[in-house]
């Protein structure tokens, strides 16, 4: 039997562009397909209250655009959220040219429609590891969306519930489900 050569989350730090996303998941390099436009539009209609709340709270930092978050290490694992918030405490200076190494507060996935239910449930089992506490995982097609995170239950919210901070993110305006949708 051949072994196989794990990557770093180094390495993949260190890989050129080429145009492609990649994640990182116990040392084996995961090629992502560029999202389609009802992905990019469902995670920005969730990234603008969040944004609102970072600006107004100054509490917290809203990374987007597949900011690479070091989850794991011996094998590493790096994933790719498509909104990632950090409380601003926690964060080191900037400028921050590494993968951030700390749990977020909350992560946003949005399902792309080739991911399988396989990959979400291993990609929250990872965010559940590092122990993020909030999780939001939002089903476009379905219109609803997951609520999960460290020391939580699992939570199915429709159309017609609402998205709270909870205790991770205080004051943070409530968002109707349906608005993700719009």
């Given at each position: 039997?051949?072994?196989t050569?794990?990557?770093t989350?180094?390495e993949l730090a260190a ?5 492609y ?19 990019g ?8 209250p969040?944004?609102?709340?970072a600006?107004?709270?100054g509490?917290?930092?809203v990374?987007l655009n597949?900011t690479g978050?070091w989850?794991?290490?011996d ?6 959220p498509?909104?990632a ?5 926690l964060?080191?200076?900037?400028p921050?040219?590494q993968y951030?190494t700390?749990?977020?507060?909350l ?13 979400i449930e ?26 999960d995170g460290?020391a939580r239950?699992r939570v ?19 968002i109707?489900?349906?608005d993700?949708?719009r």
């Amino acid at each position: 039997m051949v072994a196989t050569r794990l990557m770093t989350a180094d390495e993949l730090a260190a890989m050129p562009d080429d145009g492609y996303e990649y994640e990182l998941v116990r040392g084996v390099l995961r090629k992502m397909p560029p999202p389609k436009p009802e992905h990019g539009e469902v995670t920005g209609n969730a990234a603008l209250p969040l944004l609102l709340y970072a600006r107004e709270s100054g509490l917290a930092t809203v990374f987007l655009n597949d900011t690479g978050v070091w989850l794991e290490r011996d094998p590493d694992t790096v994933r790719g959220p498509d909104i990632a918030v950090a409380l601003n405490h926690l964060l080191p200076p900037k400028p921050r040219t590494q993968y951030l190494t700390i749990p977020p507060a909350l992560i946003v996935e949005v399902r792309s429609r080739f991911e399988r239910l396989a990959d979400i449930e291993e990609k929250i089992a990872d965010y559940l590891r590092a122990g993020v506490p909030l999780i939001w995982y939002i089903f476009p097609e379905m219109k609803t969306v997951w609520v999960d995170g460290a020391a939580r239950e699992r939570v199915v919210l429709g159309e017609a519930d609402i998205l709270d901070g909870s205790e991770v993110l205080p004051g943070l305006t409530p968002i109707p489900v349906a608005d993700l949708f719009r």
